[in-house]
């Protein structure tokens, strides 16, 4: 089955920079786009960024343009988040999530979640 799984977070002073990695594993990778969201306490879920399948699109939200990176690599079903010039407000649960329509229905699977905490 989909299995996704983040690391990479941890505490951050302001201005300062992390890398979350996701692996995936039980899916064709390739051929999804792959998208990172966060959630900070007592605030719904966001979508921070997405890349296409290839690798040669992406979107941002526009609270992080400019400071994160989102970039895969399709041969070690890898995807990753460059967080630079972090900010407190940057403070969230950041997840993995891919997500496909297909004739047997819609999938939708999520990691277990990786803590980024900026503050001085």
């Known amino acids: 089955q989909v299995a996704l799984a983040e690391s990479g977070g941890g505490l951050v002073q302001p201005g300062g920079s992390l890398r979350l990695s996701c692996a995936a594993s039980g899916m064709i990778f390739r051929v999804n786009a792959m998208h990172w969201y966060r959630q900070a306490p007592g605030k719904e879920r966001e979508l921070v960024a997405t890349?296409?399948?290839?690798?040669?699109?992406?979107n941002y939200a526009d609270s992080v343009k400019g400071r994160f990176s989102i970039s895969r690599d399709n041969v070690k079903n890898m995807v990753y988040l460059q967080m630079n010039s972090l900010k407190p407000e940057d403070t969230a649960v950041y997840y993995c999530?891919?997500?496909?329509?297909?004739?047997?229905?819609?999938?939708?699977?999520w990691g277990q979640g990786t803590q980024v905490t900026c503050s001085s």
């Open positions: 999530n891919v997500n496909w329509r297909s004739a047997t229905g819609y999938y939708d699977y």
């Open positions: 890349i296409t399948s290839g690798g040669g699109s992406t």
